[in-house]
C-alpha cells in the first residue's frame, strides 16, 4: 500500500504568506522531510515523524521522502519560497527518474508558494510589473558558460532579471562575476534591489544601482533584483521611494 | 487623516491558494476595488464598500482606490494572481506618478499572491526548476517588436518561458506570430504546457509540444509554458506524464 508524496512550498519566512492548501497538508501527513530551519518553521504535532536533513543532498532528501512514501506513509518534503522554482520539485523528479521504477506510480502533489523574488518586489513597489527573468547563479549543477549566455541574453532582451543564489562560501566570485558581465551591457545607474531574508525578523531590503552595489554583503539568504531599462525610483514620503516596472514602454 | 492602500494578491481562482496575510487584509478593510471577477471571489462584508470595474482600465481603477485612500479610507485593490506579476502593482505606481502629488504620502502594501505560473507549473510537475523568464504577449502598451526582442532573447538564452496574456479578442494573431517566431529557434519537440483557468472549477490542463500545440483553444484566461532544451517528460501510473525542467545540465 503506497503512500502519498506532497512538496510543499513554505513561502519566504513569514507564517503569514503560507497558503491555506499548505498548512492543510502539513498538518494531515505522518511524516515532515527537509532541511532543518525549513521543519523548524512547521509546527510541532504529536504523532507525526521529523526528518531533517542537509541542505546540499537536494537529491539524498528526494530519495529519502519517496521511501517513505513507497512505504506507506504520507510525506510532504517541506521547500522554502515556491517549491517548483529554484527547489525541491525539480530533485524530486530528477531522483524519481533516476530511481525506483515503483516510484513513478506514486500519489504526488505540487504545492505552490510565495518565491523570494515576490516577496522582495512587494516590500519595494512593483519592479517585476513588466517581462522579467529569474536566473540562478549557483553553478554546482550547471557550468558558468551557461549563467553567462542567460545573462546576457536577459540583458539583450530588456528583461528585469531576478537572481536567485547569487552567492555562497564556495563561489564568493560568482556575483561579482556576473555584475560586471551585466555592467558591460546595461547602464550603470541601473536600479538594484538587494533583499535579505526576506519575511525573516533579520529582513533587510536595500535600493542601490548596478554599479553602487555593495556585493559583499550578499549571501545564499539574498535575492537581487536588477531592472530593465524601464525601471524606475518613485520617491515617496516615508523615506525609502518605490520601485516599479511601468507596463508601458515608450 | 489618509487611509491606507493595499495591493491584495488573490492567487489563481482557488481560495485554498489565498494567503493568510491577504485574507486578514480583506477582512479589514473598508473599500474593495477591483475587476468584478475578482471582487466576486471575496467574502461579502457588512459595512464594507465594493467598487467594481471593467478589465481595461487598470489605470482608472488605481486612480479610483487612490482617492478612496487619500479621502481616508483603508482601500484593497483585489488583482488575481500576484499583483506584481503582470498585474494591478505596477499600474498603481503608475497613476501614483502621474498623479496627486499627495498620492505620494499615502500609505501602500503590496500582499502577494501565487501567480497563474506556479499554480500551472505545480500542476504538471516542475517546468519552472530551472532558469526561465515571464512575457506578457500583450501589447496594448509595448510594441510588438519588443515582444519578439525579448521571445528571441529567451530562445538564445535557452530560459522556459512563461507567456502571459497569450490571446484575447483583439489580438487573435499574437500566439501564432510568437510560436513562429519560436519554432526558428527550437526544437519542434519541445514541451509545451497550455493552462487554462488554473485553480478554477473549468480547469483546463494539456501537455503537447511547441508544433503540435492547438492554438485556437488559447485565451486570455490560459497561461502557456514553453520548455527549454532540458524540458523532459516523466511518463507516470495514472495516465498525464510529469513535465520537469531538472537542475543539472549535462
Known amino acids: 500500500m503506497s503512500g502519498r508524496l506532497f512538496v510543499v512550498g513554505l513561502g519566504p519566512g513569514d507564517a503569514d504568506w503560507l497558503t491555506p492548501e499548505a498548512a492543510r497538508v502539513l498538518a494531515k501527513v505522518t511524516d515532515i522531510v527537509g532541511y532543518g530551519p525549513y521543519i523548524d518553521r512547521v509546527p510541532l504535532r504529536a504523532g507525526q515523524a521529523r ?29 522554502g519560497g515556491d517549491p517548483g522554482i529554484f527547489a525541491m520539485a525539480a ?29 522582495a518586489a512587494a516590500r519595494v513597489g512593483a519592479p517585476l510589473g513588466h517581462d522579467f527573468c529569474a536566473i540562478s547563479l549557483s553553478d554546482n549543477l550547471k557550468p558558468w558558460s551557461l549563467i553567462e549566455r ?3 541574453a536577459a540583458a ?46 533579520d529582513e533587510l531590503i536595500e535600493i542601490t ?7 559583499s554583503r550578499i549571501d545564499m539568504s539574498t535575492l537581487v533584483i536588477i531592472g530593465s531599462s524601464a525601471t524606475r525610483l518613485l520617491p515617496c514620503a516615508s523615506g525609502r521611494p518605490w520601485v516599479y516596472t511601468p507596463r508601458s514602454v515608450s
Not at 502533489?109 to 510565495?114: A, D, H, L, S
Open 51 to 79: 526528518h531533517a536533513s542537509d541542505n546540499r543532498s537536494e537529491i539524498e532528501r528526494a530519495r529519502h521522502a519517496l521511501g517513505l512514501a513507497a512505504s506507506g506513509g504520507d510525506v510532504a518534503v517541506v521547500s
Open 91 to 119: 530533485a524530486l523528479f530528477e531522483a524519481i527518474e533516476e530511481g525506483d521504477k515503483t516510484w513513478r506510480d506514486l500519489s504526488i502533489e505540487i504545492v505552490p508558494g510565495i518565491s523570494a523574488m515576490q516577496a
Open 150 to 152: 542567460r545573462l546576457r
Open 156 to 201: 539583450d532582451g530588456d528583461f528585469v532579471i531576478a537572481l536567485y543564489n547569487p552567492a555562497s562560501k564556495a563561489r564568493p566570485d560568482g556575483i561579482r562575476d556576473a555584475f560586471a558581465l551585466l555592467m558591460q551591457h546595461l547602464k550603470h545607474e541601473t536600479p538594484v534591489i538587494v533583499a535579505r531574508a526576506v519575511g525573516r525578523s
Open 209 to 215: 544601482t548596478l554599479a553602487e552595489a555593495d556585493l
